[in-house]
């Protein structure tokens, strides 16, 4: 099975919300340390139109499978959080994950 997860930024495209994936907060996971303190939300979207928009913090917009990711700024995602995505499309049943 080929799965690719979109790592979109948020205003590439026009989206709907599906399914609310997770909630984790990030002293809890292998980010560096922070001033603040956060919570994460993931939250599956469908994309329904639009076109991909460059910005200062975007140089492009790709699908990436799950063996072939690109460098991660960790300070924003980990590695072991963009792997419990994909877990979400192997099993669509899969409950939401909440810390």
């Known amino acids: 099975m080929d799965l690719k997860l979109p ?3 948020a205003g590439v495209a026009p989206f ?9 907060d990030m002293n ?3 980010h ?3 001033p603040y303190h956060y919570y994460k939300l993931f939250i599956q979207c469908e994309i329904v139109g639009g076109q991909e ?3 200062l913090e975007t140089k492009g917009v ?3 499978d799950q063996t072939h990711l690109p460098e991660l700024s960790v300070g924003r995602n980990t590695e072991a959080q963009i792997k ?7 099993n ?3 409950e939401a994950i909440f810390d």
Do not use: C, I, N, S
């Open 62 to 64: 790709h699908f990436y």
């Open 84 to 90: 419990m995505l994909f877990e979400f499309l192997q």
């Open 7 to 9: 790592l979109l930024p």
């Open 53 to 55: 928009t460059l910005g």
């Open 32 to 34: 560096p340390p922070q």
């Open 92 to 94: 669509p049943d899969k």
């Open 16 to 24: 709907r919300p599906v399914k609310l994936l997770a909630v984790l």
């Open 28 to 30: 809890k996971h292998a």
